[in-house]
């Protein structure tokens, strides 16, 4: 495969891959064949599992034009490999928004599009002439199709791929398309669905079957049926069926669920426009971008992303953002707006999107509302959503991927034991067919069938777990993931904060002052004034079914005025000219009483009408209204938004002098602010008039009308819940939409930015006038503190740091960042976006992708990252962190790993307390699992160098009754109630793990020996027979194998040897199982697992039983042979001392002596150093005793793997880090400037 021949296609974007192009090769093709044969399927198998072997091992390289097969690649760091089969259609274009009437040969500009969906075979070929052949590929419901311009395939997600501004979606798509049109553009797109496809259970289960671990098992059980070992190869097929049969109900069950989540509003009956206001019914499934369609005044479930040209709809967003009812109003088609390309995450506020409800629509008589088809099918938002579902990308986790690497370690193991047994078997002269099975026998011992079972039980039980505390995960593999997390990112309002606001209270302006601050907005003196009209107003609320319904901060603002909304019917809006579609007055008893007592609004008319309504934009961060008083004959404009854009907008001399200072007061208590302004407009703009003005034309020389101060309270569980995560040294930051001195204010309240800590707002400026980019560095105040002396006091109280350099540099800073700044220092400062949010804690004013960036950043730096967001704007983030939870049930958040019922960050700590039991728990099965095939292992070699073996039973007394019962009680372990200062470690191969397998192998190995030597040296020993008579009680033959006991003197499984191998193992599987069933910090105690210790006791009583006083049926059964009495009680003294010993080496050496002075290092550089003087003689040896023990483990000095760790120990000496106030840093040099102070 050469360079040169690689193609990108979806560069840029999330699931961008490298593609080759390949065609059949008959020749390999054929030795393919006969190696399939010779091989009994094996060698398909392989190709099956490695698409990348199974094209270039069928076919040639070529060109993608000609290309039969393509290899595709994703470019992440999964480097996951995929195949696809190129098709060929006919179609009278190349394009799908080629003309028709310049048949084949037009080329019309289309950019590169993100989603394709399915193309039909021509069905009116006769229609058209020159039919072209056109090239394309499936993958992951998406279709790509071949260009000639660009030498690559493309995909088209709708409109968008021609580049349309929003003004010509007025002019030149505003009519609708001929049904010639939408058959051939349908070509291209496909039909709208977004279809899941259920497969077949026979579909599903054949997939899951060719699972390599399944094949695996399959073969071990040909090779027991071999040995006659049937009891227990029935036992394991019986275990694979179950456990086949639970993964096929999941996924069926997951495939239905999403199946009807899609189809329950995929199929609806529209109108459609076709030219010259002709209107036909037509299937939802028909719809192809460019179709324009009549939204109904009852509302509809919107079958495509749609944008909005006439009219203005109440739109539930629920399912895509968790949001609230919202205003959607038409595109404009005038002014500066209109001229801009359109772009659907730009104009998403007058887009209406796949699976949304239209709740109402509003226009006027005689008028319809419409919306021009921009994308269809998975194009839409909701189909990306779904896509996202239907393929997510693999679980990357050490523990998966060493779980691997330790298992080929085992297969090198058992290479070794294969080799032994041949060469063992070869110099007895045994036979070839026993040679091949015994030694074939020596892989399924060592790698054990039941392992993927065990590891997944723990899973399943955390999961059980979570839910019974109201979390619930759609992707379980992800919780041992959250038991590595060390860092969670929180939304502000909704998370940390109550949802709702409340009004504090209002500060009007007039003639440039503020006036004293009103607590009551409903008070008589304010209720007709223009400040109070413009809050009873300017909003987008809707009543719904008699409620009125909307944004929740409208919501709180609106019912403050104690004004009423009424919306009137349909009847009511052909009567009024101009029409006025809302309604706004205050109550009926207030107005005579006001009306008296203030000479102002004597003559004011009451009644006010929304005219029109420029929606909220969280871009321009404002939203204005148009309305016209009842016998008015002038209109006015009433806008709201973030103080600092609503004062830029206003006259200046309206805004009061004490703006800023004021401002700055609220948003430092934590408060919400939002301004009013106001603006008398010309008599002569007419109703029609206003529908076409841009909003720039409206929202300019307003007067300023005061602020509005609302109170987001936090939640009472928020700061304890960020207490415990801190103290268990995971990073907690905010990553809001709201302004940035609010969200300071919430983080010092809430514990996130501690009293005596100083927050650095890094406030970036774009490049401007020849004048570079650039980054003001603001130190803001600090209330907690007013002496620097104090402060030195206080941290070294708190957190025993005694040199003042660390202190202020390492303990005392954070940064806050706004979404703006943040997106600057993206572009023009990427050597600082690192060293930044290594200690940056507030993100402000956040936009949902900006949100996902900071994670994909955060975990650039190698950090465990968490996300936990009420599901609205975080969707993305949600998607992208290690562990996204989310506080919303609503269907938005059906792409979060996590979702918790409970409305709270308390779910937090309890998902990291689950995911470190779940992930402790994987460790210690895995390690049992390992230790019980290397137990088997060690038995089954020692006795095939006497040409003996475990007999049938004995290994299913083992297998099933030992370590099925174990790995599964084992795991049945709580989560430990406090989240500890360190995490469990993340890998396998790590030393204390590797310690921990090693020393026990060992262990059990030099006392099997021991057993296996000394048995022979006694008195009594002879080689067994049946007539044997060791103990003077007649015989009883025991023995437990893998399957169906053979005669004695075929298999020799009878014998002193077999039976002191039998008693010594299955105590050993007993004493590991307990050692490694690890409890405090991570779980629960063992012995507060009753099934795990009834199950150990039971299985130790019976041995012990057995062993001291053998039952001659049981002795039978097991194929074992009596010893006598003096070697039992020897036995017994062998047993307790190797528990002994293995006990001694996992505690004291390993838990104890490894732990706290060789590994230590590894919990993190953000602890604070311990004074030197402070130690004890305890601290001195420990101090020694890790040195010593480091440089014997070559681990002095050596650097922490993690790269936050490395940025932070450079940060910790760096001089000139943090920034000093008041500097500037330019994007040209990066050099600080001292500017003026700020």
């Known amino acids: 495969m050469q360079t040169r021949e690689v193609k990108i296609i979806n560069q840029g974007l999330e699931d961008e891959m490298e593609v080759w192009g390949y065609q059949p090769c008959l020749w390999k093709r054929i030795l393919v064949g006969v190696g399939a044969v010779f091989s009994g399927g094996l060698l398909l198998l392989l190709l099956y599992w490695l698409?990348?072997?199974?094209?270039?091992?069928?076919?040639?390289?070529?060109?993608?034009?000609?290309?039969?097969?393509?290899?595709?690649?994703?470019?992440?760091?999964?480097?996951?490999?995929?195949?696809?089969?190129?098709?060929?259609?006919?179609a009278p274009g190349n394009k799908p928004f080629d003309s028709l009437d310049l048949q084949s040969t037009a080329q019309l500009a289309n950019g590169d599009g993100e989603y394709g969906i399915s193309a039909e075979r021509v069905e009116h070929r006769g229609k058209f002439r020159q039919p072209v052949q056109i090239h394309y590929f499936t993958h992951h419901s998406t279709k790509y199709y071949w260009s000639d311009a660009i030498q690559n395939f493309e995909l088209y997600k709708g409109l968008e791929d021609v580049t349309v501004s929003c003004a010509s979606i007025h002019s030149d798509h505003s009519s609708g398309l001929s049904k010639t049109l939408q058959d051939y553009r349908r070509l291209f797109f496909g039909e709208n669905e977004i279809a899941v496809r259920v497969p077949s259970l026979f579909k599903l289960l054949i997939k899951e079957v060719l699972n390599p671990f399944y094949i695996f098992q399959l073969f071990s059980v040909i090779l027991w049926s071999a040995e006659d070992y049937y009891y227990y190869a029935t036992a394991i097929v019986f275990m694979s069926v179950i456990s086949i049969a639970t993964s096929l109900y999941t996924i069926k069950n997951q495939y239905v669920m999403l199946h009807d989540m899609v189809a329950a509003h995929s199929v609806v009956r529209v109108s459609v426009c076709r030219g010259s206001k002709d209107i036909e019914q037509a299937m939802s499934t028909d719809l192809v971008p460019g179709d324009v369609i009549i939204i109904p005044a009852n509302g509809m479930i919107m079958p495509c992303d749609a944008v909005l040209i006439h009219g203005t709809c109440i739109v539930n967003e629920s399912m895509l953002t968790g949001s609230v009812p919202v205003t959607k109003t038409s595109l404009p088609s005038s002014g500066e707006e209109a001229a801009r390309s359109f772009d659907m995450e730009e104009h998403k506020r007058y887009t209406l999107f796949c699976g949304t409800h239209v709740i109402q629509t509003r226009f006027y008589a005689g008028e319809l509302v419409e919306?021009?088809?921009?994308?269809?099918?998975?194009?839409?938002?909701?189909?990306?959503?779904?896509?996202?579902?239907?393929?997510?990308?693999?679980?990357?986790?050490?523990?998966?991927?060493?779980?691997?690497?330790?298992?080929?370690?085992?297969?090198?193991?058992?290479?070794?034991?294969?080799?032994?047994?041949?060469?063992?078997?070869?110099?007895?002269?045994?036979?070839?067919?026993?040679?091949?099975?015994?030694?074939?026998?020596?892989i399924t011992i060592t790698v054990p069938p039941a392992l993927p079972a065990a590891m997944t039980a723990g899973i399943v039980y955390a999961q059980r777990r979570l839910k019974r505390v109201g979390i619930f995960c759609i992707s379980p593999q992800r919780i041992n993931m959250c038991g590595q997390l060390n860092l969670v990112c929180f939304d502000k309002t909704g998370t940390l904060t109550e949802d709702g606001l409340d009004l504090w209270g209002v500060q009007s302006a007039e003639g440039g002052r503020f006036s004293p601050p009103e607590a009551d907005a409903a008070k008589e003196s304010l209720v007709n004034t223009v400040f109070v009209a413009c809050m009873a107003t300017c909003h987008s609320l809707t009543k719904i079914e008699g409620e009125l319904s909307g944004d929740p901060l409208d919501l709180k603002m609106f019912s403050a005025t104690g004004w009423i909304l009424e919306e009137p019917t349909e009847e009511e809006t052909t009567l009024h000219n101009p029409i006025m579609p809302t309604v706004v007055r205050p109550p009926k008893h207030s107005v005579p009483e006001a009306n008296q007592n203030n000479p102002l609004t004597h003559n004011m008319s009451c009644e006010i009408g929304i005219v029109r309504q420029f929606p909220f934009s969280s871009t321009l961060q404002r939203m204005s209204v148009v309305v016209r008083r009842l016998g008015e004959k002038h209109m006015d404009a009433y806008m709201k938004g973030a103080p600092e854009v609503v004062a830029s907008l206003c006259k200046q001399h309206t805004v009061p002098q004490s703006f800023t200072e004021t401002l700055e007061t609220y948003t430092r208590q934590g408060f919400r602010v939002i301004a009013l302004a106001h603006r008398q407009l010309e008599s002569k703009l007419s109703w029609h008039k206003v529908q076409s003005l841009s909003r720039d034309l409206i929202e300019t020389n307003m007067e300023f009308l005061g602020l509005v101060i609302m109170q987001n309270k936090i939640k009472e569980e928020t700061a304890g819940v960020l207490l415990e995560l801190r103290q268990a040294n995971i990073r907690t930051l905010m990553v809001t939409g709201d302004n940035m001195l609010t969200a300071i204010s919430v983080a010092r309240d809430c514990g996130m930015v501690r009293p005596h800590e100083r927050v650095i707002i890094a406030d970036a400026a774009p490049p401007k006038d020849f004048h570079p980019a650039s980054i003001t560095w603001h130190y803001t105040d600090n209330p907690a503190q007013t002496d620097k002396d104090n402060q030195t006091v206080e941290i070294n109280l708190e957190d025993g740091v005694y040199d003042k350099r660390v202190t202020q540099q390492e303990q005392s800073y954070h940064f806050a960042v706004t979404g703006r700044a943040f997106a600057v220092i993206t572009e023009h400062f990427p050597q600082l976006v690192q060293k930044l949010v290594i200690r940056a804690t507030v993100f402000a004013r956040m936009a949902p992708d900006q949100k996902t960036q900071l994670v994909e950043v955060l975990q650039s730096i190698d950090y465990t990252v968490g996300m936990c967001g009420d599901g609205a704007n975080d969707c993305g983030a949600l998607k992208r962190a290690h562990s996204g939870i989310s506080l919303s049930e609503l269907e938005a958040s059906v792409a979060s790993p996590f979702t918790s019922t409970?409305?709270?960050?308390?779910?937090?700590?309890?998902?990291?307390?689950?995911?470190?039991?779940?992930?402790?728990?994987?460790?210690?099965?895995?390690?049992?699992?390992?230790?019980?095939?290397?137990?088997?292992?060690?038995?089954?070699?020692?006795?095939?160098?006497?040409?003996?073996?475990?007999?049938?039973?004995?290994?299913?007394?083992?297998?099933?009754?030992?370590?099925?019962?174990?790995?599964f009680t084992m795991s049945l372990n709580p989560a430990w109630k406090e989240l500890v200062w360190h995490r469990p470690p993340s890998s396998l191969i790590s030393g204390r793990l590797l310690c921990s397998v090693l020393t026990q192998i060992l262990t059990c190995l030099v006392f099997q020996v021991l057993a296996f030597l000394l048995v022979r040296q006694q008195s009594w020993y002879e080689t067994w027979t049946p007539q044997s008579d060791a103990c003077n009680i007649s015989s009883s033959s025991l023995s437990h194998s893998q399957n169906v006991t053979s005669p004695h003197d075929h298999k020799n499984i009878k014998n002193y040897e077999n039976t002191t191998l039998f008693y010594v193992s299955s105590f050993q599987y007993l004493a590991v199982a307990i050692i490694f069933s690890k409890g405090k910090p991570f779980r629960q105690p063992s012995y507060k697992n009753w099934p795990f210790m009834l199950s150990c006791i039971s299985l130790y009583t019976f041995v012990l039983l057995i062993m001291l006083y053998p039952v001659p049926a049981i002795d039978s059964f097991l194929e074992i042979v009596c010893v006598p009495h003096d070697w039992r009680v020897t036995l017994v003294i062998i047993v307790t001392v190797n528990a002994a010993v293995s006990f001694m080496l996992e505690i004291l050496i390993l838990d104890i002596i490894l732990r706290r002075l060789v590994f230590r290092c590894n919990q993190g550089v953000n602890r604070p150093a311990e004074p030197p003087s402070a130690d004890t003689p305890q601290e001195a040896i420990d101090r020694w005793g890790s040195s010593f023990l480091s440089w014997l483990f070559c681990r002095r000095n050596k650097p922490p793997r993690v790269r936050y760790m490395h940025l932070a120990l450079e940060l910790k000496d760096a001089a000139d880090w943090p920034p000093r106030p008041s500097t500037v840093t330019y994007a040209s040099d990066l050099q600080s400037h001292i500017s003026a102070p700020l």
């Open 51 to 90: 698409p990348e072997w199974g094209v270039k091992g069928t076919c040639t390289h070529t060109s993608l034009r000609d290309a039969h097969t393509l290899l595709l690649r994703t470019t992440d760091e999964f480097k996951q490999w995929f195949r696809a089969k190129v098709h060929v259609m006919s």
């Open 371 to 442: 919306a021009v088809v921009v994308r269809t099918g998975f194009s839409t938002e909701k189909g990306q959503l779904v896509r996202s579902i239907l393929h997510p990308k693999p679980t990357d986790f050490k523990l998966y991927r060493d779980a691997y690497l330790f298992l080929l370690c085992l297969v090198g193991v058992a290479g070794i034991g294969f080799i032994y047994t041949i060469v063992l078997s070869i110099m007895n002269k045994v036979p070839a067919k026993t040679i091949i099975i015994e030694s074939l026998d020596i």
């Open 902 to 967: 409970t409305s709270n960050i308390s779910c937090v700590p309890n998902l990291i307390r689950e995911g470190r039991a779940a992930l402790i728990t994987s460790f210690c099965v895995f390690k049992f699992m390992a230790l019980y095939s290397i137990i088997q292992y060690l038995s089954v070699t020692l006795l095939y160098s006497i040409l003996s073996n475990l007999g049938d039973f004995q290994f299913l007394f083992i297998d099933i009754a030992i370590i099925l019962i174990i790995a």
